[in-house]
């Protein structure tokens, strides 16, 4: 009986080190693979801002370098002068702030509304406004074009603003949000007199707040990035964006193109993208998974 008790406890201790071998196997191969995974997505910005420091010459070596051998740091300031960054980022962040907040006001209206209100053909206006995201978006390029180009917004700011107001899918995910909020606590609030304006205010706003945040900076980065409509419709100086200013701002008369200038030029523009996403990460990772579930 002894024995039987010692060759249990044997094969039970031989089988929770085998266990315990296999889970460091398991967490070894996973860490490396997150770490494989990681520097393949982190290369390409180490490379654009090692190139950015390098001279133009050393660009154009035959054997790369992957760290420059002369630091140079004028190509910032040649950069910000070059392509007039200043007047890029003034034109892009109004853009972004004013096409923001408008976008903001009009899903949180339009998502109460289909969160709350009850009115005839609720249900299959919502169900064609969420059809339209099955359409591809380059489809009203053409229509958009000639409209606006029928209003005499081309080269301002309305065109770059107004056309993209409204967008479904924050309209949805903001709606999937609002229901969660409990329909009893709308109910009684109805009972006490409240309007439906200040009940959104006071109450769905302060508790869908993580998801709004996830739709304010997903639509500032949007506007940021923007880049085939305003090359369209905005090709002055005045009212030129980023993405589009630093495309031909850095080729010379000769067609030579001064990439390590333009490589800073690019560093300088992904800086405020970087940043939001480092210190705002989890309001966008916690909006969009609360908005996943209903009730």
Same mark, same amino acid.
């Not at 907040?101 to 406004?129: H, M, P, Q």
């Not at 903001?174 to 409990?182: D, E, G, K, M, Y």
């Given at each position: 009986?002894?024995?039987?008790?010692?060759?249990?406890?044997?094969?039970?201790?031989?089988?929770?080190?085998?266990?315990?071998?296999?889970?460091?196997?398991?967490?070894?191969?996973?860490?490396?693979?997150?770490?494989?995974?990681?520097?393949?997505?982190?290369?390409?910005?180490?490379?654009?801002?090692?190139?950015?420091?390098?001279?133009?010459?050393?660009?154009?070596?035959?054997?790369?370098?992957?760290?420059?051998?002369?630091?140079?740091?004028?190509?910032?300031?040649?950069?910000?002068?070059?392509?007039?960054?200043?007047?890029?980022?003034?034109?892009?962040?109004?853009?972004?702030?004013?096409?923001?907040?408008?976008?903001?006001?009009?899903?949180?209206?339009?998502?109460?509304?289909?969160?709350?209100?009850?009115? !005839?053909?609720?249900?299959?206006?919502?169900?064609?406004? +969420?059809?339209?995201? &099955? @359409? #591809?978006?380059? %489809?009203? *390029? $053409?229509?958009?074009?000639?409209?606006?180009?029928?209003?005499?917004?081309?080269?301002?700011?309305?065109?770059?603003?107004?056309?993209?107001?409204?967008?479904?899918?924050?309209?949805?995910?903001?709606?999937?949000?609002?229901?969660?909020?409990?329909?009893?606590?709308?109910?009684?609030? !109805?009972?006490?007199?409240?309007?439906?304006?200040?009940? +959104?205010?006071?109450? &769905? @706003? #302060?508790?869908? %707040?993580? *998801? $709004?945040?996830?739709?304010?900076?997903?639509?500032?980065?949007?506007?940021?990035?923007?880049?085939?409509?305003?090359?369209?419709?905005?090709?002055?100086?005045?009212?030129?964006?980023?993405?589009?200013?630093?495309?031909?701002?850095?080729?010379?008369?000769?067609?030579?193109?001064?990439?390590?200038?333009?490589?800073?030029?690019?560093?300088?523009?992904?800086?405020?993208?970087?940043?939001?996403?480092?210190?705002?990460?989890?309001?966008?990772?916690?909006?969009?998974?609360?908005?996943?579930?209903?009730?």
């Amino acid at each position: 009986m002894a024995k039987e008790i010692t060759v249990k406890q044997t094969n039970i201790g031989m089988l929770a080190s085998r266990q315990k071998f296999w889970g460091v196997v398991s967490m070894t191969l996973r860490y490396v693979f997150l770490i494989l995974v990681a520097v393949t997505v982190l290369f390409p910005f180490y490379w654009m801002i090692i190139s950015s420091l390098k001279t133009l010459d050393e660009y154009r070596s035959a054997v790369p370098t992957f760290w420059p051998q002369t630091l140079d740091f004028k190509n910032y300031a040649e950069a910000f002068e070059v392509a007039n960054l200043g007047r890029l980022f003034f034109n892009t962040v109004y853009v972004g702030v004013v096409s923001t907040i408008l976008s903001i006001v009009v899903t949180i209206l339009s998502a109460f509304a289909f969160a709350r209100l009850e009115f !005839k053909g609720k249900n299959v206006l919502f169900a064609g406004l +969420l059809a339209t995201m &099955m @359409i #591809p978006g380059e %489809l009203f *390029t $053409i229509t958009n074009y000639i409209t606006v180009a029928k209003l005499e917004w081309l080269n301002t700011y309305i065109v770059l603003i107004v056309p993209f107001l409204v967008s479904v899918f924050y309209i949805y995910l903001l709606r999937q949000s609002f229901l969660q909020i409990p329909n009893e606590l709308y109910l009684a609030a !109805k009972v006490d007199g409240t309007s439906d304006l200040k009940y +959104l205010i006071k109450v &769905m @706003i #302060p508790l869908a %707040l993580p *998801t $709004i945040i996830s739709i304010t900076i997903l639509k500032m980065m949007g506007a940021w990035n923007s880049y085939m409509w305003p090359r369209l419709v905005a090709n002055d100086e005045a009212h030129t964006l980023i993405t589009y200013g630093l495309r031909n701002a850095f080729t010379d008369a000769s067609g030579e193109v001064d990439y390590p200038v333009q490589m800073a030029a690019v560093a300088l523009v992904s800086i405020p993208l970087f940043l939001v996403f480092i210190f705002f990460r989890k309001y966008i990772m916690k909006g969009v998974s609360r908005s996943g579930i209903k009730g």
